[in-house]
């Protein structure tokens, strides 16, 4: 199969989407002219113009705030975020505005919206600008929120984010935007909703996300060294979470590890973690596991943006020693 | 005065009639506790409303504050599911789900009151940049009030609004409170439509107690967005007659400054004594609408009162699609 | 003891505190005319003066940004956001700016300011008026976080914030507000950081905080009237929650129930879950419970709202099903 | 010109040209790869950090952008510290744990650069405020660029410095660009100054690239605030030489048109030209300064370079007090 970068494969998504459907369009902050920070808006604007695709002034309420209002109206905007980083700028209309209007209007309206978040660390960008913080989105109903780990997720599920009647995060890494992967010619769609069992094992069930998966990969290959087989379940959406696969694959391995870059406390691996406690407890043989950032911002000089950052050798230790438990 | 009809002459007292009676009526079942939540009361201000929804057609939008029921009513919501949503019922717009906060009707353009104060302008605003983008002669309206006009979301519209040429009118209803605040303490400015210089935006101050003034004003607004030159600026000034909300002590003003304004600049009292001097409307033409709105009342309030609440199942419906 | 009420004792910690320290003032919408919404700063602006207790414009970006501009420049400023439901107005401040500030300037500065933050769910409040979103901020590094349940906490734990020199957020429960509870005369401070076991028991461990503890109480009582004796927790602070109480109950009671009117999904209730399941669990006899709000927005509607509201009856009785689990 | 003493030339000359060397080394060591993370350099703006700073002193604040360096060396940070930072060593002035986007010195009141665009204005108001708490004759001021103008931020912090009559500073650096887009594509007004009009606040534009006319410009602004009359805007027009960031391509405009701009208005050209003209400084004396400033500049460089990373165990502290 052909390879591209997943930022190639957002692209085909976004123009696939736009071709099909007149009533997407894209706005953001430097996305016409400059193509996007990571390239991820690239040529867009050559073929589809400066109508659809859309430089917005520095006012990420009003980004967010107009998609929701245009979602309304019967358009379905593609909101970029420029950084994760910057929803907090918008967070009211993201979870009073954007995640409630159905509900709390009985159902009258749909919000047909994709909101773009770049996040994790990226070459010591620092406090502001590495954050990955998709974990208060899975406290807030009424959002769908995913997170794909390769270029071909990220292309099947950005066209199922454009083309889902509800309002979808899509948090696409920064890292991983050069990564090359398969990826299918043509029109696919990955299902939002749905985890991927990407190898199976009997030993442990690592899951994660997003980046989070390279260390998933790493880390089960160390195991493997060790003799022991770890199944990888890869999330690829957090709302709603695939509570089914999760489960098989927990009361078949009898062991969980979780893994992402955000930060531990508070992060979508507690829901994980305390989802299976709660369901599947009775199955473990041994303690869960997350492995996450530490309680501290992000920080800028490279050895502390090293410390900070997943390490995948300390982990398979870590879940080596859970192993003589 | 004769460019006006009779039509749209009966319309505006409909109209102001209605609100003023639905509001009366709200407050008084609110007292007796048969309203949950929170009301904010749109008595005195209904000239606003009336005036500048009665340009609109339901596929105008308009985006509106916690004081909405006054806007709902003068889009053209109807009354039943309005008074229900209000009483928590069923059967209301929003399926008891909104309440008086969130009163909506999408089906005549009406896009939502609004709990968070400021939260309307970018929904107007995305309303606006959909309507240019379908190329729709149409309009979205955002309503707002002094208070919120300090909001930094007020700011983004605004410029939004300005560099993109919406087809975007901001109306402000500057009451002279935002709840226990003058405005003058928490708002720099005395004129606030001045703003609208800092976007290169067109404005206008008009009479919010005189519903032909309000007419007048937004109708040049509204030529001038349909030309597509942009957005316009309204700035209505009024006052709020009522408590911020029901219930609330009023301990920041005084009775008499209230019934002063009251007394003086009740908008429909003003329409009454002009359509009656003029001899534009008689008085049995006044009784006559205002028997309808009684019956309409009623009406709303049998059918709120004779609804159902919902299921407590129906709180896991209408979260996705 | 005397009694007196939530609001009060809310009222007293911030006078006493005010007089103790000049450099304490408030700021908020409606605070010193109206003196709250639900009276908790009731008679400040007579005893300080508008200087001290400030009305402001409604711009909760220049509440919280001035509050730590404030902070930095020398003051101990005291941030009221009206309802927590406002907190995304403010959020890039929040986490951003006030969570990062000290650490991402490498500890030049500290940042003394609490936010008052009044939550849950009150009188059909709906949607936008009734959150409770203290998860979120679990997972921001930079911050305090304490939630009191009762008006003895409320007094000693505003006092303690105030005089932290750490940015604190208070989350205060509006239906609370009104209770009455023994308060001690006089100075006191009720640590941040400790959890409070306030019955002790030897069969299950119910952990809450905040509003969350009327139903802890009851669901206590409900289980004793079945004999099982359940050990209370109060949590009082999330951030830092108090890990060894917590340990200490599980590993005795063997069992573990979290109760929290926030939504369950991605709650305060996952991280304790989540933290036991990583470091207890072979301690316990049972699944891990957790009780918290469904996923969706709160409702209008009274009968939707106390559909949507915490059941200490039910609870109870998924708790004995997990009995003879 | 006669007002100007020597030693205040001087001291421009120096400020300016210090930023200029250091930007320009900052420059080349991030293109060799020594230097970690995003810069945004200064290069073409310094007479307006120059102007403004030079009349402050450290118990002023100043809240600043991403976008920092010079004002952050014109506050009067060491340099060595700044450079170390910008190296991430843990000499560095915030350890290492900021970088060029965060980038402080509290010692000199200078509260911060800023990620957030517009994330300053609220952080000087809130600086303004505790000065007035504390009546101190002191002032706050805050930088920021066109683009930042359109931040909702900006309206809330313009409209409470002036009900608030705060001592604070608007300082806009109108440089013509944000990132890839020209202003006036999403600003929504040629003069952002004018946007004071909205909070009935004193505004003046100045000459971003002539020192003195900035310096003047402030001075007039620092005057009327310290009188207790409340806050002040200044827009300095000026133009942003650089790509936004090092290793920005540029693709959104031409070589040319920068070329030229940097050709006919470089403040330091402006600055030097001027002086010499007038006899005010000769070329020995201006040798000096920058002899001064290359020495300065090689310290820094060296202590930077021989600085230590910080520990990794150094990740943990710094958080909570
Ligand atoms: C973001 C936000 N902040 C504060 C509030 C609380 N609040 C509700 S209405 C109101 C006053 C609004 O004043 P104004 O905008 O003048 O409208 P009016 O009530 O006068 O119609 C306030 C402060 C809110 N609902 N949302
Ligand atoms: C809230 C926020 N939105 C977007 C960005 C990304 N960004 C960084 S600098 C910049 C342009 C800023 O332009 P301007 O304010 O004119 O300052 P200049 O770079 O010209 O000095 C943008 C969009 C950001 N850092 N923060
Ligand atoms: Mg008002
Ligand atoms: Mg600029």
Redesign the interface.
Known sequence: MRKITFAQATLEATAEEMRRDSRV?VLG??IA??GGIFGQFKGLAQEFGH?RIM????????I????????????R?VADMHFA?????A???????M????????????VPMVVRAPDGLA???????SQS?E????????I?VVAPSNPADAKGLLKSAIR???PVIYFENKILYKESGEVPEGEYLTPIGKAKVVKEGKDITIISYSIGMKDAYIVAEILEDKGIEAEIVDLRTL?PYDKETILESVKKTNRLAIIHE??K???????I???????A??Y?D?????FGA????V??????E???RLNSKKIAKDILVNFNY | MLKYSKDLLKTFYYKMYKIRRFEETVEKYFLDGEIPGFIHLYIGEEAIATGVCTLLDKNDYIASTHRGHGHTIAKGADLNRVMAEIFGKKTGSCKGKGGSMHIADFSVGMLGANGVVGGGYNLAAGAALAIKKQKRNNVSVVFFGDGASNRGTFHEAMNLASVWKLPLIFVCENNQWASTTPYRTSTSVEDISLRAIGYNMERKIVDGNDVFDVYEGFKEALNYVKSGKGPYFIEAKTYRIKGHFVGDPELYRTKEEVQKVFRENDPIKRFEEKVLGENLLDEVELKEIKDRVEIEIEEALKFAFESEYPEPHELYEDLYV
């Open positions: 369009f902050e430097d002219r400059q109508d430089d917005t002034p520095i006012s990420e309420t009003a967010i705030g107009a998609s929701v209002g245009a979602a309304m109206a019967g358009m905007p980083d910057f929803m907090g700028v967070m009211d209309e993201l979870f009073n505005q995640a409630k209007i159905r509900y709390m209007f009985g159902g009258q309206t749909t070459s010591s960008a620092a406090a502001q600008h913080i974990a208060w989105f899975m406290n807030i109903p009424g769908k889902d009647d509800n709302v955000a930060v406390q508070g992060g979508a691996g507690a829901e973690a305390a989802f299976v406690a709660e369901n407890i009775e473990l041994a303690p869960i596991m997350r530490p309680f501290v911002p920080p800028f000089s490279p050895p502390l090293k410390a900070y």
